[in-house]
């Protein structure tokens, strides 16, 4: 992941070798979150859940293997 000014990116690199995975998505958990983000991927929004409990932000994405790139602004 990386911060920027109003958030933060996740990058999903591309799979790579001959392993063919048995699962379709992939969750992606954020802690240390104090509010709920705006939650977007390719330039579409993406449901995002967020936990004030514990200060998790939790996205789950499709995994097709070619990568994804999650952007969350707070």
Same mark, same amino acid.
């Given at each position: 992941?990386?911060?920027?000014?109003?958030?933060?990116? =996740?990058? =999903?690199?591309?799979?790579?070798?001959?392993? #063919?995975?048995?699962?379709?998505?992939?969750?992606?958990? &954020?802690?240390?979150?104090? %509010?709920?983000?705006?939650? #977007?991927?390719?330039?579409?929004?993406? %449901?995002?859940?967020?936990?004030?409990?514990?200060?998790? =932000? &939790?996205? =789950? &994405?499709?995994?097709?293997?070619?990568?994804?790139? &999650?952007?969350?602004?707070?």
């Amino acid at each position: 992941f990386r911060s920027t000014a109003n958030g933060l990116t =996740v990058k =999903v690199f591309p799979r790579e070798g001959s392993f #063919s995975p048995w699962w379709s998505a992939l969750a992606i958990e &954020i802690y240390g979150a104090e %509010k709920a983000p705006l939650a #977007s991927s390719a330039g579409a929004p993406v %449901k995002a859940t967020y936990d004030s409990a514990h200060q998790r =932000v &939790i996205t =789950v &994405i499709s995994d097709d293997g070619k990568g994804a790139e &999650i952007q969350l602004a707070f």
